[in-house]
């Protein structure tokens, strides 16, 4: 099975901060990679898929990236909206596991 | 454009059955994904089945316990969870094969 590993676990930024999230396959996936977002509550929203398609909707300032084995979600400028739970997920072999989750939160 | 089922609680060694109501279209043409998140926790992903051809993949942890079906006249899908333990206790959501479209979760709590 192919692991994610997900990092940072948790952090707080500034509004208007740069954030990125790490993810981390554990063999090489293509960019078979996507992002969600979570709020408490709610099921996750799709907002990356293939590593770097942004999915019709999510605003510009969200952006993924990397092949392989590493990839990246970065909020190129943090918003109060975006106080949330993001998680990464392959898909490129069976089972499509997720990483552990990021919760991003505001200072 | 996915409804579940209303939330459960069960005692260990029970089953429960989750519904996941799609629309036709949906039901043509998209395989179904099945994830959980147990609380405080992270998304697990746990199987997947294709509506019209009944095939189905599981998690290796999850293989011989969970098993899922379709009633393809009402455009629904099934997930069954046998022999229920405490770490089952989750919300667990059906989704789209493209991961853009989920249910809104179905609360399962498995306590003596």
């Known amino acids: 099975d192919i692991q994610m590993t997900q990092s940072p676990s948790s952090l707080s930024a500034s509004v208007g901060d740069r954030v990125t999230i790490t993810c981390q396959a554990s063999q090489a996936i293509k960019q078979y990679v996507n992002w969600f977002q979570q709020k408490p509550g709610r099921p996750p929203k799709l907002l990356i898929y293939?590593?770097?398609i942004l999915e019709t909707g999510v605003p510009s300032r969200f952006s993924g990236g990397g092949s392989g084995t590493h990839f990246t979600l970065t909020i190129s400028s943090l918003q109060p909206e975006d106080t949330a739970e993001y998680h990464c997920q392959q898909y490129d072999n069976l089972p499509y596991n997720f990483g552990q989750g990021t919760k991003v939160e505001i200072k | 454009q996915l409804l579940q089922s209303g939330a459960e609680v069960r005692k260990p060694g029970a089953s429960v059955k989750v519904s996941c109501k799609a629309s036709a279209s949906t039901f043509k043409i998209s395989d179904i994904n099945w994830v959980r998140q147990a609380p405080g926790q992270g998304l697990e992903w746990m199987g997947w089945?294709?509506?019209?051809?009944?095939?189905?993949g599981f998690a290796r942890k999850f293989q011989g316990r969970v098993f899922t079906s379709t009633n393809t006249s009402i455009s629904t899908a099934y997930l069954e969870v046998h022999n229920l333990r405490s770490d089952d206790t989750a919300v667990y959501f059906c989704l789209t094969s493209a991961f853009g479209d989920w249910g809104q979760g179905t609360p399962v709590t498995v306590s003596s």
């Open positions: 089945m294709n509506p019209d051809s009944g095939r189905s």
């Open positions: 293939g590593a770097s």
